[in-house]
């Protein structure tokens, strides 16, 4: 690929993103990027949703109503935009994010972030095996075919709050009932993020320069991560600190609770063979077991390294983020069908 300097580009070029467009902007990490987006004054953020759409968005946000339907609406409402999101929810239909990926191309517009917040695309045989990096490969792939639109996949491992709040199936750990699942002996760290340090971590790329200025810029720019991936933690934790921080939050020790241990392999075994039998929550346990496993394959901090110093994100705090998920499922929070 050729590089690409902001000297080279035509009068008038400003260097920087301005404009981002959101589908799923009413969503719980949609909503994250949204608010970090317009918190830093740069962006124009504008919400894509469909027209029936009741969803609820933050003040300050366009909000632009399509047909998924009808590319013609997709397109119309993208044209001028410089970087699209998209958050869907599993649950929606499978086709969605191909009709935005070719309504991007389009409208013109240079990067899409795909709906891949997770997975380590440049570990293969992880996304072969943990249910959910081949999609997100795949949507890679289909963005750069269109030889507009470059991708940037961000990797921010499993949501914390998402994945403590929803409990046994996925971290292993159930506030409600004090109960706990330590794959293999519980020491196993993975990268973890929670929605809002994925929205920090979206406005601190967005807010870089798009193109060095000259070949003598070494700085980092929007345009260094053009169909590559984007590393970001919160947190490299094991589950015995998530206890243990729940513990802190919660006034609560081991005695407290009903501890059980489970080998890795096979939670994840018993999970596809459930998966097969129709049982949704085996998908769940596969997927989260897998990237437990203790060849650090959940480890992509260790492996890769991070972008957090490039785009100023720092480290979160463990106990913080703990605590907002303790009071989210006080609430009563289901994200399949209850409070949201």
Sequence with gaps: MVPEYAKDQPAGFINRIERVAIVGAGGNVGKRFAEALLKTGKHTVTAITREESTSKFVDGIKVARVNYGDEASIVSALQGQQFLVITLAAQGPSD?????????????????????????????????????????????????????????????GFWYEWSLGLGEPCYGI??????????????????TTTWEQCGTAL???????????????????VSSWKNKPFYISSFLVSQREMLDSVHRIMGTTDADWEITFEKSDERYAKGLADLKQGQRLGFARAMYSRNFYPNGDGDYESRRGLDNEKIGLQKGDLDAATKKTIELVGTGWNPFGGVN
């Design 96 to 156: 969605t994010h191909s009709k935005l990926v070719a309504a991007a191309a389009k409208a013109g517009i240079p990067y899409v972030m795909p709906n891949n917040y997770g997975a380590d695309v440049e570990n293969r045989k992880l996304c072969e095996e943990n249910l959910q990096g081949l999609s997100c490969i795949q949507r890679n792939a289909e963005i750069e075919a269109t030889g507009v639109s470059s991708w940037v996949s961000m990797v921010c």
């Design 174 to 191: 159930d506030i409600k009932t004090k109960k706990a699942t330590f794959f293999d002996d519980g020491n196993t760290r993975i990268n």
């Design 203 to 221: 406005a601190g790329l967005l807010s870089l320069k798009e193109l060095p200025e000259d070949e003598n810029d070494k700085s980092a720019t």
